[in-house]
């Protein structure tokens, strides 16, 4: 028998509800993502392995640093060919600072300080630290390092080649502006998706909206980089270069949630929230130094856009320009990684709706 007229009434009341449930509970399911992340990434950071540089041929300070890796696993010594070496792992952010024996007669560096220890003794051992990579890493590394050369009855004097801006004591700024630019263009591919279709019904109208992302990137990355500087005056330099590096975030995130959207259609949108706003600050390395959160976390920020975007405009604004070609190269892998599947969904799904056309 078939349906009666009362059943086929009932039918789009039932599949409402249902498509209701299922949205929520998807909405659900990114929620807890985003609360167990952040919780879980974020409730009692426990530091591991931060880095120090230090040369193999300075036998003080190895020997200071093997001591300390004995008792802690909290610092993890990396050792270099010469000073040379070491000073350019930290100009390139492959370590916190670099702990090196002092020149004859222990005079503080300039800027530096002494935490403590015998200067009587005439043994001085000098900590550089580029405190603008993360404040949480060489606030550890100072506490570390000054117990144990107080211990050991040496000076250790303490000097910063990288410091933040005196309107960003906590270096947060870059996590903080990355975090917006990113939202920035998750939003904006959205509302394109939501005004015209998840999917553009041809190429050519695919193109206008990568131009219209591409265009509103731009706008937003000036934007960015001016209450950075002129507004609030974290940063009074390099505006082109933080505007750019701006651009360049916001891009990638808006392509590749236009790209997911294009194919998923509203699960995409799901499942972008749930890679860029739920999972993406807290494993972006911005908020606190990636040594410090869980060891199955500690990487990721080298291939998210949040950790990369954070990544690449610290190096504009604090290490002149130095490390940034991993960030920039990730950030335009994903831009690529959107233009692709932006318009190779447009063009499967316009084969599609052809096809679908002849056949009916």
Known sequence: MGATAADRTDEKPKTRVLSTVGMLL?????????????????????PKDVP??????????????????AETDKIQPIRYADPDAADEALAERAVYAILASAPAGGSNPPGGSSPGGDSESGAALTLTVASASAPT???????????????????????DAAPTSAADPRGLVPFYLTSGLVFGGYLAATMLSQAGGTAAPNPRASGIRIAALGGY??????IGAVIAGPVVHVWDHDLVAVAAAGALVTLAAALLAAAVQSWL??????????LLVALGPPTSGGATA?????????????????????DLIRSVAYFDHRAFLRP??????????????????TIVKNRRRA??????
């Open 328 to 345: 920039l190269t990730g950030l335009v892998g994903w831009v690529a990684f959107g233009l692709a599947g932006t318009f190779t969904a």
């Open 26 to 46: 998807g909405v659900l399911a990114v929620g807890t993502a985003f609360l167990a992340a952040h919780v879980g990434a974020l409730h009692q950071p426990t």
């Open 265 to 274: 259609g509203p699960l995409g949108t799901g499942l972008v929230i749930l």
């Open 217 to 222: 990137s731009a706008l937003l990355g000036v």
């Open 355 to 360: 096809r679908e056309r002849r056949s009916g």
């Open 290 to 310: 990636p040594e410090f959160l869980p060891s199955a976390l500690r990487g990721v920020h080298r291939w998210n856009i949040p950790g990369l975007g954070t």
């Open 137 to 159: 890493a060489t606030d550890l590394i100072q506490q570390v390092l000054a117990g144990a050369a107080k211990r050991a009855g040496v000076t250790l004097d303490v000097t």
């Open 52 to 69: 120090v540089g230090v040369a193999r041929t300075d036998q003080r300070a190895v020997a200071l640093l093997d001591a300390v890796r």
